[in-house]
Structure formats: structure tokens, C-alpha cells
């Protein structure tokens, strides 16, 4: 059974650009959730979406950061106009069930964001 | 939000020893979840605890569930060389909304052989 995969593993992007990153869930996993790390600190949850719907996006910054978990296809977490504070490792997690129901995230390897 | 505080920040320790470590929160949680990150990857789920007063084992991984909801303590025994790596203790509050996990800060631990 594959894992969770998110590509790329690592991205690096000048000033002003824009960052996607992918996540694909375990097979049979509809829910996902986003956490950023930044260095030396502990994950902290930016996102939950659900199959083309975002549930609870309250830990994402309110502007140039976007999610989507499109019907076919991987979630994508999408910075725009990066700056050098979103340098940080991106996680997701995948679960089978969601709100409501205790059940285990698993997590896939990160994408590593460099800002330069 | 929602804080926990992870102690030690880091442990460094002969191989072969026990070593202890913990979170408390100033808020309940019903599930406790411990994982472990390696370098460059993302966090492996050691040990999940679901209800108050849980004591789970895990190979040499001991957690327990604190009868407050509020706490949790994880022990590895005779510690080995690849033990090392940084320890997180999460919690997960379930609600309709999400069941999002709130991370403490890490113990980084070291093992010399």
C-alpha cells in the first residue's frame, strides 16, 4: 500500500513567486489536512479539506495561501508571491474519516520550501 | 490556540538507557498521539491513546493517557542508536469541523553507543 505522497520534495522559489505543492491521500483516505513546520518548532495545522470542499481553514493565513482537494487528483496547497518567512516544511496528512470521528492522519514525507 | 508543552526540549543519553518525556495542555483532548520524525521526513505515528487513564505499549514504547485529559507521557526503554530523532506528542480534539492534531515543540533525542 502506498503512503501518502506529496511531490515536490523540495522547492525552491525566489521572492514574488508562486508555490504549489501536491499531496495524494493513502488509497481509500478522503480527508486531508495541511501543517506547516517551520525550523525547530513543532507542526502547526493550516487546513482541512474533505473531496472539493475546504471544511476548516482557519489555521491558513488569510491572504496569498489557497487549498483545493479536487474531486480527481491530489490536494494542492498554492502560495502566491512567496516571501522568505514561508520557508518551512509542508506536511499532509491523510485520513479514512473525518470531523466527528476519532481516526489516525497519517503523513506523508514533506515538501521542503526555500524562499529565496 | 491551543498549546502543549513538551518536556524535555532535548535528551541526550547512553545507549541502553530509559528515557522519559512528556506534554501537558491547559485544555482536554480526547486522543493523545505520539509520533517520532527523522530528518528530512515527515512524523511516523508511534503509539495513539484513546481514552483517559490509557496505558499502551508498543515494543519498548510505553504511553499513558493522563486521568485529566490533559496530559500524556511517553517512555522508550533500553534505548538503541536508532532511537534518535525527534519525539512529538500531539492532540486531537473531535469535531464535526475537523479532527485536527495540535503538536507540542519536539523532544529531540540523542543516543551515544
Known amino acids: 500500500n502506498a503512503g501518502v505522497m506529496q511531490n515536490p520534495r523540495h522547492l525552491v522559489r525566489r521572492r514574488g513567486q508562486e508555490a504549489r505543492l501536491r499531496c495524494s491521500p493513502m488509497?481509500?483516505?478522503?480527508?486531508v489536512y495541511w501543517y506547516r513546520q517551520l525550523p525547530e518548532e513543532g507542526l502547526k495545522f493550516m487546513v482541512y479539506?474533505?473531496?472539493?470542499?475546504?471544511?476548516?481553514e482557519s489555521g491558513m493565513p488569510k491572504e496569498r495561501f489557497s487549498a483545493e482537494f479536487p474531486k480527481e487528483g491530489p490536494s494542492i496547497l498554492r502560495i502566491q508571491q512567496v516571501v522568505r518567512g514561508d520557508s518551512a516544511a509542508y506536511f499532509c496528512?491523510?485520513?479514512?474519516?473525518?470531523?466527528?470521528?476519532?481516526?489516525?492522519?497519517?503523513f506523508g514525507p514533506g515538501t521542503r520550501l526555500t524562499v529565496l | 490556540g491551543q498549546q502543549l508543552n513538551q518536556n524535555p526540549q532535548s535528551m541526550f543519553i547512553q545507549e541502553g538507557e530509559d528515557v522519559s518525556m512528556n506534554c501537558t495542555s491547559s485544555?482536554?483532548?480526547?486522543?493523545w498521539l505520539w509520533y517520532k520524525q527523522d530528518p528530512g521526513e515527515g512524523p511516523v505515528l508511534l503509539i495513539a491513546?484513546?481514552?483517559?487513564?490509557e496505558l499502551t505499549s508498543n515494543g519498548r514504547l510505553t504511553a499513558q493517557f493522563g486521568i485529566t485529559r490533559k496530559d500524556s507521557f511517553l517512555n522508550i526503554s533500553a534505548s538503541i542508536p536508532s532511537d534518535v530523532g525527534i519525539y512529538f506528542c500531539?492532540?486531537?480534539?473531535?469535531?464535526?469541523?475537523?479532527?485536527?492534531?495540535?503538536f507540542g515543540e519536539g523532544t529531540q533525542l540523542t543516543v551515544n553507543p
Open positions: 496528512a491523510s485520513s479514512r474519516r473525518g470531523g466527528g470521528a476519532v481516526d489516525t492522519q497519517y
Open positions: 488509497k481509500g483516505h478522503s480527508h
Open positions: 479539506l474533505q473531496k472539493e470542499n475546504i471544511i476548516d
Open positions: 485544555s482536554i483532548f480526547n486522543t
Open positions: 491513546l484513546y481514552k483517559a487513564g
Open positions: 500531539a492532540g486531537q480534539r473531535i469535531e464535526t469541523s475537523g479532527s485536527r492534531l495540535t
